[in-house]
């Protein structure tokens, strides 16, 4: 079956370590963006990749990186520099970035203690 | 900012039409309106979208007033599964802009037995 996956669904770590958020898609899509989301609220975008090997910042890029070395993977790193960790992350995927509806992962929970 | 209105919350009786208005009074003449929903915890998945002409699939009707300054999204006969955040989004579809999604908080519609 063709999707999008996030590992692990709940994930918890100390305050200070960095952790690393898994996003996979089989479904041959180009672009390929980071979503944080907080209780309450709607979505923000972190990160996106138009393309293999290029990304570019979102609104919310402070304190995280990411890496597109294949079209299939693009993961997000949270850094101890993200001062407010804590937050539910989505992964998603379009054919091409602006031109096609987005597929989402289902999401992984991130809490720092 | 999000560049859409829609009402905190709304119930629904199952089985009967849920109908999900959203004020876009800013819209350009190149952005489209997209409904996606957001079940708890999971994550958010693509209804429908339209430019403006009225649009239908096997989720939901769109119908968009003709000055594209609001819309209606209707459920035609909402079950209990139905009941989930739903969120009205505005974005320009062209190859080489940004696409990402701007959620606001959405609607929370409960549909009741």
């Known amino acids: 079956d063709g999707g999008i996956t996030q590992s692990p669904k709940y994930l918890f770590r100390k305050e200070g370590q960095n952790v690393t958020l898994s996003c996979e898609q089989n479904l041959n899509h180009d672009a390929m963006y980071w979503y944080r989301q907080d209780p309450g609220q709607g979505l923000r975008l972190i990160y996106y990749s138009q393309i293999v090997n290029d990304f570019q910042k979102g609104d919310i890029a402070e304190g995280y990186s990411v890496s597109r070395e294949k079209k299939e993977s693009f993961p997000l790193t949270v850094t101890s520099a993200q001062k407010n960790p804590t937050a539910f992350y989505l992964c998603?995927?379009?054919?091409?970035?602006?031109?096609?509806?987005?597929?989402f992962g289902p999401g992984t929970r991130l809490t720092v203690l | 900012d999000a560049k859409t209105t829609q009402p905190t919350s709304m119930d629904c009786a199952e089985g009967r039409a849920a109908n999900l208005p959203c004020n876009h009074s800013?819209?350009?003449?190149?952005?489209?309106v997209y409904w996606y929903r957001q079940i708890h915890s999971q994550g958010p998945q693509y209804i429908i979208h339209?430019?403006?002409n009225n649009e239908t699939n096997e989720m939901a009707s769109l119908i968009i007033t003709e000055d594209r300054k609001s819309s209606t999204l209707i459920l035609p006969h909402a079950t209990l599964r139905d009941t989930a955040v739903y969120y009205c989004?505005?974005?320009?579809?062209?190859?080489?802009?940004?696409?990402?999604?701007?959620f606001g908080k959405g609607t929370k519609l409960s549909v009741k037995p």
């Open positions: 800013t819209i350009s003449g190149n952005e489209y």
């Open positions: 998603a995927s379009s054919i091409a970035a602006s031109m096609d509806e987005q597929f």
């Open positions: 989004i505005v974005r320009v579809v062209s190859r080489g802009s940004q696409g990402n999604l701007i």
């Open positions: 339209g430019l403006k």
